[in-house]
């Protein structure tokens, strides 16, 4: 067989089946509809402008401007979405940032910023349960503050010496389902009990219940485990080993399973 013309191959075709599968969960009419109105002579809705952005990456690039340099050829076509200027994007995600609240402890004179960021995290909840295989019901919830080292201007120094940021992250099996940054100053404990309370309420709201949450010892103390247990059935910590810790266990003579 002779082709003698056809219409442009890209070479990031198997996106579209992404872009279809988004959309035949609904995930473009949930973005539009909860994420503030754009402007009516706006040429782009959110879906555009968020899997634009996902198709970097999707894509093996590595920032927004992928999209006008290195993905361009094989992106500008896309029969689904139509793909905005990196600057376009940078600015509407920008626009829905949070500014920072800060909060201070009953003890100490630092000053804690942190990022609720509600909507959104409302916003992911709801577009994870539109999600096949995701579990609602008896979950194992994990939650870490993890580490991100950055030159940004606002960002504090983090107990490993250097500027960063400390969100907090609750985790259900592979799925992200709350995120609430707090600036590389504020330790893991400081105020965690607060942040435990939020997420939860979200989960709780959402009509997700909690089996175990499962955190490591920056969560072993009084006001972080109430916290968890007011939400969920079972609380697995890792305890912080302590001289006297490390005598009691060493008595125990018979273990039970």
């Given at each position: 067989?002779?082709?003698?013309?056809?219409?442009?191959?890209?070479?990031?075709?198997?996106l579209n089946f992404v872009i279809q599968e988004a959309i035949n969960l609904k995930i473009?009419?949930?973005?539009?509809?909860?994420?503030?109105?754009?402007?009516?002579?706006?040429?782009?809705?959110?879906?555009?402008?968020?899997?634009?952005?996902?198709?970097?990456?999707?894509?093996?690039?590595?920032?927004?401007?992928?999209?006008?340099?290195?993905?361009?050829?094989?992106?500008?076509?896309?029969?689904?979405?139509?793909?905005?200027?990196?600057?376009?994007?940078?600015?509407?995600?920008?626009?829905?940032?949070?500014?920072?609240q800060f909060f201070s402890t009953k003890r100490g004179k630092t000053e804690h910023h942190?990022?609720?960021?509600?909507?959104?995290?409302?916003?992911?909840?709801?577009?994870?349960?539109?999600?096949?295989?995701?579990?609602?019901?008896?979950?194992?919830?994990?939650?870490?503050?993890?580490?991100?080292?950055?030159?940004?201007?606002?960002?504090?120094?983090?107990?490993?010496?250097?500027?960063?940021?400390?969100?907090?992250?609750?985790?259900?099996?592979?799925?992200?389902?709350?995120?609430?940054?707090?600036?590389?100053?504020?330790?893991?404990?400081?105020?965690?009990?607060?942040?435990?309370?939020?997420?939860?309420?979200?989960?709780?709201?959402?009509?997700?219940?909690?089996?175990?949450?499962?955190?490591?010892?920056?969560?072993?103390?009084?006001?972080?485990?109430?916290?968890?247990?007011?939400?969920?059935?079972?609380?697995?910590?890792?305890?912080?080993?302590?001289?006297?810790?490390?005598?009691?266990?060493?008595?125990?003579?018979?273990?039970?399973?």
């Amino acid at each position: 067989m002779k082709v003698i013309n056809s219409k442009p191959v890209s070479a990031f075709g198997g996106l579209n089946f992404v872009i279809q599968e988004a959309i035949n969960l609904k995930i473009n009419t949930l973005l539009n509809t909860n994420l503030p109105a754009l402007p009516k002579q706006s040429q782009y809705n959110w879906f555009d402008i968020i899997m634009s952005y996902w198709s970097v990456f999707f894509s093996g690039g590595d920032c927004a401007e992928d999209l006008s340099i290195n993905l361009k050829e094989g992106l500008q076509n896309n029969p689904f979405i139509n793909i905005p200027s990196p600057d376009s994007i940078l600015n509407r995600l920008k626009s829905l940032s949070d500014s920072p609240q800060f909060f201070s402890t009953k003890r100490g004179k630092t000053e804690h910023h942190f990022s609720l960021a509600q909507d959104l995290n409302k916003l992911n909840i709801k577009m994870l349960s539109l999600l096949p295989g995701f579990q609602k019901e008896n979950v194992i919830l994990d939650y870490d503050n993890t580490l991100i080292f950055t030159e940004k201007a606002d960002a504090q120094r983090t107990y490993k010496k250097e500027p960063g940021y400390y969100p907090g992250v609750g985790i259900i099996g592979e799925h992200v389902v709350y995120v609430e940054n707090r600036n590389g100053n504020s330790t893991a404990h400081v105020l965690q009990h607060k942040t435990i309370e939020r997420m939860t309420s979200l989960l709780k709201e959402a009509g997700v219940t909690i089996d175990v949450i499962r955190a490591d010892s920056a969560s072993y103390t009084y006001e972080i485990i109430k916290a968890m247990e007011e939400s969920a059935k079972r609380v697995f910590i890792r305890a912080r080993m302590t001289d006297t810790l490390e005598s009691a266990i060493a008595n125990i003579k018979e273990w039970n399973e």
